[in-house]
Structure formats: C-alpha cells, structure tokens
C-alpha cells in the first residue's frame, strides 16, 4: 500500500469546477477539508486568492449608512441612541446604545447620601 493523494490533480478539479461543483462538493466527494481544495484551486489558478487585508480594505470602503435613521429615543428609564458603528468584518452598522436615564443615577447618588431626592 503506498501513499495516495487525496485532493485530485489539476485536471480532475478543473472538469469537477466545471462540471458546476462547489468546493464542499468536492471536499466530501474526496473526504478532505474544504480549506484543502481551496488552497488547490488557488494554487493551480482555478479561482482567486483573497487575502484578509483585501477583504478589510472592501469593507472599509464601503459607504456608511445614511444619516436618515440617526437619533435618539427618550423612554421612562432609559435613552436609546442610534449610531454608526464600524463592526469588525462586516462594515458600518447601525447600532442601537441604551443607557440609563440620568434621573436614575441622581436617584442612586441622592440615596447613597440620604438625601432629600432619594424619591426621585
């Protein structure tokens, strides 16, 4: 018994990649990771290489949001603030940040004092 190769040569990839299969096809087909196959592909030209800095560097100049959907909410026991927020590996977002109201800090602040404002 010798030593067989697993992740098929170049012209067996090209006629699978051809043939309309993914690369998870053709990592079950031959029981190797996914990763494998992909190096392959890149390795022979079947598809790109796309390194991390690239994909940043995309995400990166992608527009922010637009403004429309800014602001703030006041709610009885908190402040909701819509915001653009740059997410790691995904771009700009439009993130909600909910803070506590500043009457309830008054309040903890007063009744740590025994102060007359405890009430509020």
Not at 5 to 14: G, H, S, Y
């Amino acid at each position: 018994m010798g030593w067989e190769r697993k992740v098929p040569n170049e012209a067996k990839l090209v006629a699978l990649m051809k043939a309309g299969k993914s690369i998870n096809d053709i990592a079950k087909i031959y029981r190797v990771r996914p990763q494998a196959v992909r190096l392959h592909a890149i390795r022979y030209g079947l598809i790109e290489c796309r390194t991390n800095a690239v994909r940043l560097a995309e995400l990166q100049n992608r527009p922010a949001p637009s403004s429309a959907k800014r602001g703030f909410a006041v709610h009885d026991d908190r402040i909701t603030f819509t915001r653009d927020a740059h997410v790691a590996g995904r771009g700009w977002e439009l993130r909600g940040l909910s803070l506590p109201a500043p009457k309830i800090y008054v309040a903890a602040v007063a009744a740590k004092q025994g102060g007359a404002h405890a009430s509020l």
